[in-house]
């Protein structure tokens, strides 16, 4: 893996376990509880210039990380909301790299959606854990990728997603 390749994915590409288990799905939620109050930790005494510093070259800033996560994540509970209320919905997918430029995102302080996170993960760690083995094998059809997706999968994906950025933050606060 190039230098660029760690830095863009410095866990690794998600890799979808060929049975999820509960302990898979356990060890999930769990991530889903603990990464506002990571994310938190990531955040504590960094100064105002700080939120500028990137993870790689062209790759978003502290800030716009922070707030990809809450667009991100709140688009996701959705998701999953739609397929539990739902029949296989057929989700709307969305640009984040514009999302990424708006103006909620380049000049609104982090704490925002870090409280926004606390309380989107709160809900959604609940709705999880609340969750049957028939209500995680519900699906959603995702229109780019022509595929579709269970919520059991989904789970992973978001716990990977969560690790993935939260790793960003990492690096790009210590450069």
């Known amino acids: 893996?190039?230098?660029?390749?760690?830095?863009?994915?410095?866990?690794?590409?998600?890799?979808?376990?060929?049975?999820?288990?509960?302990?898979?799905?356990?060890?999930?939620?769990?991530?889903?509880?603990?990464?506002?109050q990571l994310v938190a930790q990531q955040l504590d005494g960094v100064s105002t210039s700080d939120y500028d510093k990137t993870y790689r070259p062209g790759g978003w800033s502290v800030l716009q990380?922070?707030?990809?996560?809450?667009?991100?994540?709140?688009?996701?509970?959705?998701r999953?909301?739609?397929?539990?209320?739902?029949?296989?919905?057929?989700?709307?997918?969305?640009?984040?790299?514009r999302w990424a430029l708006l103006p909620d995102?380049?000049?609104?302080d982090a704490e925002v959606s870090?409280?926004?996170?606390?309380?989107?993960?709160?809900?959604?760690?609940?709705?999880l854990q609340s969750l049957q083995s028939d209500d995680l094998a519900r699906e959603y059809i995702h229109p780019e990728h022509g595929k579709r997706f269970s919520l059991a999968e989904a789970t992973g994906m978001y716990d990977w997603h969560c690790r993935h950025h939260l790793e960003h933050m990492k690096i790009a606060l210590k450069s």
């Open 1 to 36: 893996m190039s230098d660029i390749e760690h830095l863009k994915y410095p866990i690794g590409k998600f890799q979808k376990p060929e049975v999820i288990t509960s302990s898979h799905l356990n060890r999930w939620i769990a991530t889903m509880e603990e990464f506002p």
């Open 65 to 78: 990380l922070v707030h990809h996560c809450a667009d991100s994540h709140m688009n996701a509970f959705i």
């Open 80 to 97: 999953f909301k739609l397929s539990l209320t739902e029949e296989s919905p057929v989700i709307r997918p969305y640009l984040e790299d």
């Open 105 to 108: 995102v380049v000049s609104i």
């Open 114 to 127: 870090l409280q926004l996170l606390k309380a989107l993960h709160k809900r959604w760690a609940t709705l």
